[in-house]
């Protein structure tokens, strides 16, 4: 399942990002890739643990944090703290799968990758290519959003990002590990949450239907998670 998320940052939120990224150190994108990826990589990358890369971070875990569409798409258990990259000049990522699993570098920190996000910095206007595609069972979707817009799939996906031919690509990404493994339970359950919340709003969050919906919601929820 793939989700857009509108306006998960604020215009002055992304305005600060960008701010604290054009003061930040950068490196080279390979500083975090697994083998396949480090063959089909190409871009720089915010060096990790850097007082920019914390404060920056901190931010978009705050507004993922306030997201009842985020929440809901992905049932978060754990977030691997965000990274931020940018791609110019004809950069590119080829196509790959996530590593299966995160470890913080420097620490004991680990998650397993069930969920990938891209955060969008950039207008895009403001660069031609860098789109990201995503290979799922429904072929292929290519995604390019306004700054502040964020999208979230399936770390299993194939899924490359285009060449960017003019202008730079500013984005922040990052994995995490859901309550329920399963995709296809996870998009049952986001289905039935929007069937909840549709129900709610038309007929009053005490409607019995409602309220039974909501007990299958989470009884449902109570069988798959794995906490």
């Known amino acids: 399942m793939l989700t857009v998320i509108p306006d998960l940052l604020a215009p002055a939120e992304v305005a600060r990002l960008r701010a604290l990224l054009a003061e930040g150190e950068w490196v080279d994108g390979n500083a975090t890739s697994g ?4 063959l089909a990589k190409r871009n720089e990358q915010l060096a990790e643990g850097s007082g920019a890369a914390r404060e920056a971070g ?3 875990l705050d507004a993922l944090g306030r997201s009842p569409v985020f929440v809901a798409a992905a049932l978060p258990l754990k977030v691997f703290p965000p990274l931020f990259n940018r791609y110019a000049g004809g950069q590119a990522f080829g196509a790959h799968v996530d590593t299966a699993v995160r470890i913080q570098r420097g620490s004991d920190f680990r998650i397993r990758a069930d969920l990938s996000a891209t955060i969008f910095l950039e207008e895009p206007a403001a ?12 072929g292929e979707q290519s995604v390019k959003l306004p700054a502040g817009h964020a999208v979230v799939y ?5 899924h490359r990002v285009a060449p960017v031919t003019r202008g730079r690509r ?3 990404f990052l994995w995490l590990q859901s309550m329920v493994r399963d995709d296809g339970a996870r998009a049952m359950l986001w289905e039935l949450d929007q069937g909840v919340q549709a129900v709610s709003a038309a007929m009053g969050p005490g409607d019995a239907a ?4 909501t007990g299958v ?3 449902l929820l109570r069988r798959w998670a794995d906490l």
Request: charged share 10%; aromatic share 8%.
């Open 154 to 158: 399936p770390s299993s996906s194939l």
């Open 127 to 138: 660069y031609d290519g860098g789109e990201l595609i995503v290979e799922g069972s429904f």
């Open 210 to 213: 409602a309220v039974r919906l």
């Open 35 to 38: 083998t396949q990826s480090a």
């Open 58 to 60: 901190a931010l978009v």
């Open 217 to 219: 919601y989470h009884n």
């Open 170 to 172: 500013l984005a922040s």
